[in-house]
């Protein structure tokens, strides 16, 4: 199958259609963690996990920054499609599972040292259960 | 730490509104990286499947700068606070871009901030950071006022998750609870 992809790619550079540089085989995967904004967990500008950080996750995801699933195993995993709507900024469905926890199944690509992964399917959602606003108040800004 | 998150925050509000210097500038974030490159800026998911939209998705996609190695970079971040960088590329989709920002890495990630972008070797520099007066145009204020300055507080959308799940997401009786607690 792979061969067959490559020797399309080939034909459509001959033909002088653009192709993306490396489409790649993805992993079948099912991952269970916590959706997160990527930017302030990777960045640890704030602390980024549970419900401190719930409205600024909404903010972030609403601004277009990428939404991830924060996996048990703790690797981030950029989500770019969640069933059939490969919208992935600011994507209605993601907005509305923000820091909850879940399980999905979907397709894993790796790249240059970053995760991605394309949901097909939410089959569990736990909502929100990393409570933590006792602890840290309400990220960023107190309010 | 709440402190020194909060400040840390603030701080990041505050270059991100400063003048524009065609030239990346710190934020003090782990492992940063004054950088500009030359890269082409692809749709990420079109890059990694060959599900490729016109135009990368009109702003409906995360984009990425492809560099002359073949190294996908994914952009995470643009120069205004709590938005990301799509917008701000994609006029640019399939061209060849200078990109100057920021690269971080932490947890094993590395990612980039777009601060600053042009079209090929001598296009006019665009800072970064589109987004708020796309977002008053579309919103019907100034970009200037301050309801866009705090579009994050103002968004029709973010106002109606707030409203039905509260600032932590779990309700009216947990907002409740805790103002109560900290008034």
Redesign the interface.
Known sequence: MRQVTRLLAAGLLLAGL???????T?ERVQVTGEVID??C???????GEG??H???A???A?????VGVLGDDGE?Y?V??VGDD?????NPAI?EI???RVSVDGDL?E????K?L?IDQVVNDEG?VN?N??D???????E | MKRALTLGALALAFFASQPAAQAAQGWGLPEEEEVRFDATVVDVLCELTSDCPDNCGNGTRQLGLLDGEGVLHFVHKNFTPFTGASWELQDFCGKMVTADGLFTTNKGYRIFVLQFVREGADGKWQRANRFTGQWAEKNGVAADSKEAKQWFRNDPEVQRLIDEDGVFGLGADADKAYFEANQ
């Open positions: 653009s192709v993306p540089a490396a489409a790649a993805p990527t930017w967990y990777i960045t640890d500008i704030m602390f419900s401190t719930h409205q600024c909404l903010w972030c609403v601004g277009g920054i990428p981030v950029m770019l499609k490969t919208t992935n900024v600011a907005l923000q820091t909850h690509y790249r240059d040292g970053i991605y394309l929100i409570v606003h006792d840290f108040g309400i990220q960023p800004f107190g």
